[in-house]
């Protein structure tokens, strides 16, 4: 394997686009699976099961299917994607941030769901008890939430960003795969296998493997359960 392959301008942008997104996309994995956990496992009703329902679909539905129904509801000639664009000037297909949104999308469950299991197991009791002794809801989501949640919420997270780095087919359909543009290490590992650069791809493969491993391990680290088994 050669690792100077890594140092090759057209590897470091891949490198550096997917360093950019991580830069947005993990204080989104954060605010979200705070937000979401915590309303999924509170309030139970139709609207929270819809919710529910959404957040957990990317986990079951082909990743090239969700960027295509993305690329729909998001695209210039959609309702919504007119609106980005006049309304915003933004225009999300085939740019950094459909790239942005791709890695979003593909976390998200895993940001949401071990927040939502530590509030349901853990934390409810703890809410209604500070209810009744007169505190606040925000002081008490401050206060007592976030202080018990807090290794899920980083577990969460962790786990989020190590399944965004992978990402594919969503990534794919809205960032449109564009060399120097849009090309993220994995879809740049693709485009190696593609043209038989098999040193190049063998190379990122490794850096996302090393990464990976990094995520493994920060997840032990941030798992209360491992703390109690080491004392």
Known sequence: M????????????????????????????????????YLLARRRNRFTAAL???????LFFPPIATGFLLL???????????????????????SFWGVALASFVAGLP??????QTAVRAETLQL??????????PLATFFAVVLPNIRGSVCTAVFLAFGRSLGEVGVTLMLGGNI??????????????????????ALALTALLGCLSL????????????QGLARR
């Open 2 to 37: 050669d690792w100077n392959a890594v140092l090759d301008p057209g590897v470091l942008g891949p490198v550096w686009l997917s360093f950019r997104v991580a830069l947005v996309s993990v204080p989104a994995f954060a605010l979200a699976g705070v937000l979401l956990g």
């Open 52 to 58: 529910d329902f959404l957040v957990s679909l990317p």
């Open 72 to 94: 729909l509801a998001l695209g210039r000639r959609s309702l919504l994607g007119r609106l980005l664009q006049s309304g915003l000037g933004l225009d999300l297909i085939f």
């Open 110 to 115: 895993l940001a949401v769901k071990p927040v």
């Open 127 to 136: 809410v209604d008890a500070a209810y009744v002794l007169g505190k606040s």
């Open 179 to 200: 060399v120097g543009k849009t090309n993220t290490v994995s879809l740049e590992i693709y485009n190696a296998v593609f043209t038989g650069d098999f040193d190049r």
């Open 214 to 225: 990094a995520m493994l391990w920060l997840v032990r680290r941030s798992d209360p359960g």
